[in-house]
C-alpha cells in the first residue's frame, strides 16, 4: 500500500507540474444602427466573463494545490506513526517469543506477566490497525483530490484555448478595420480635416462629414464637392463587399423651420441618410443590402455645448463601416 500511494502521490505532483434606418421605417433603422453600436460591447464584456472564470478555476486550483500539500505533510506524520508502531509491535512480539520459550517460568506462576505482555501485544496491534485505516482514508482523498485537479486543469485548458481561439479572432477584426480604414483614408486623402475625419471606434470605422461638405443648410441635396467624396468611398466598398454599411444623419437642436416635404429635424436628418444611400449606389456595384440609411435627428450629439460650434459639430453626416463578425459570433456560439 505505501509503494502505491507513494507512486500516487508522485504521479499526482507531475500533473501539478503540468498544468498552467419618416415614421415606422425610421424606428425600425434607428434599432439596427443600435445593433450594431453594441455588438463590440457585447464582445468585450464575453472576453471580460471568460478571463473572470479562469481567475476563478485558477483559484480553485490553488486551492486544491494547497490541500494536497496539507494531506502529503498528514500521510508522512500518519506513516512515521505506522512505522513507530510497526516497532513496537515488534518490540512486544519479540518478548512475548521470549514469554513462549521460558516455559519454566511459567510453570512456577509468572502469569501475570504473560498476560500483561499479550495486553500490550493486542494494544499495539489495534494501534496499527487504527493507522492503517488512516492511512488507507488518506489515500482515497488523495485520489479523490487529484481527479478533481485532473477535472479543473482539464477545464481550464479548455477555456484557456477557448479564450485564446477568441483573442485571435478580436486580433485579426482588429487588423481588418485597422486595414479599412487606412483604404478608407487613403481612398479620401484630399477631404481628411477638410470638412471629413476617418475614426476607429468599438471595432468600426467612422466616416463623419460635415454639414458644409456635403448640404447647404437645412437642404439635403448634395453638392459637387460632396458627392466626389461619396463616390471614391464607394470605390472601396466595392472592393470590400463583406463591409456592412450604416449611414447615419444627424442635426443640431435647431428646429427645423423649412416647408414642403420635411417636417422637423427627424425629416431632414433621415432624408439626408437615403440621399447619401443613393449616391453611394449610382454607377457602383455595391449589394443594396448591405445598406442601412438612419435619421438620429439631434438627438446623438458630440458636443453638447450650447455654442454655435457645438452646433456645427453636432450638423453631420456618418457612415459607419462594420467588418464581417460571422467567425467571432461562431466562436461565442459555441459557449
Known amino acids: 500500500m505505501k509503494t502505491k500511494i507513494i507512486n500516487a502521490a508522485g504521479l499526482f505532483l507531475i500533473v501539478i507540474a503540468s498544468s ?5 421605417k425610421y424606428n425600425s433603422l434607428s434599432d439596427t444602427s443600435r445593433g450594431f453600436m453594441n455588438e463590440r460591447d457585447a464582445l468585450k464584456a464575453t472576453n471580460i466573463n471568460l478571463e473572470m472564470r479562469n481567475a476563478e478555476l485558477e ?3 490553488t486551492s486544491i494545490e494547497k490541500e494536497i500539500e496539507d494531506m502529503k505533510r498528514q500521510y508522512a506524520q500518519l506513516e512515521a506513526a505506522r512505522t513507530r508502531a510497526l516497532n513496537d509491535l515488534n518490540n512486544v512480539t519479540a518478548r512475548y517469543n521470549e514469554l513462549q520459550s521460558a516455559q519454566e517460568d511459567l510453570i512456577r506462576g509468572n502469569v501475570r506477566e504473560t498476560q500483561r505482555m499479550l495486553s500490550e501485544l493486542r494494544a499495539a ?3 496499527l490497525q487504527e493507522k492503517e485505516e488512516l492511512l488507507r482514508q488518506l489515500s482515497e ?6 481527479t478533481s485537479l485532473d477535472e479543473l486543469s482539464y477545464e481550464l485548458e479548455r477555456r484557456n484555448a477557448r479564450l485564446a481561439e477568441l483573442e485571435k479572432v478580436l486580433e485579426a477584426q482588429k487588423k481588418i478595420v485597422q486595414d479599412l480604414k487606412a483604404k478608407v483614408s ?7 480635416n477638410n470638412g471629413l475625419t476617418v475614426s476607429m471606434k468599438d471595432g468600426k470605422v467612422y466616416v463623419s462629414l460635415d454639414e458644409k461638405l456635403l448640404f447647404r443648410s437645412g437642404s439635403y441635396e448634395i453638392d459637387a464637392n460632396g458627392k466626389r467624396a461619396i463616390r471614391q468611398l464607394a470605390g472601396v466598398l466595392e472592393r470590400n463587399p463583406d463591409i456592412q454599411v450604416t449611414i447615419e444623419g444627424h442635426t443640431d437642436d435647431v428646429p427645423y423651420r423649412g416647408s414642403g416635404q420635411l417636417n422637423d429635424n427627424w425629416d431632414l436628418s433621415v432624408k439626408r441618410a437615403t440621399t447619401v444611400v443613393r449616391t453611394l449606389l449610382e454607377g457602383s456595384r455595391i449589394n443594396p443590402q448591405r445598406l442601412t440609411a438612419s435619421g438620429r435627428s439631434q438627438y446623438l450629439p458630440v458636443d453638447n455645448r450650447n455654442t454655435v460650434d457645438a452646433r ?10 462594420t467588418p464581417d463578425l460571422s467567425e467571432l459570433y461562431k466562436i461565442i456560439d459555441s459557449y
Open 20 to 24: 498552467c434606418v419618416s415614421g415606422k
Open 125 to 127: 496491534q489495534a494501534n
Open 186 to 192: 487613403e481612398a479620401l486623402l484630399g477631404f481628411e
Open 59 to 61: 483559484a480553485r486550483r
Open 312 to 321: 456645427q459639430k453636432n450638423r453631420r453626416t456618418e457612415i459607419i463601416l
Open 141 to 146: 482523498s488523495l485520489d479523490s483530490k487529484k
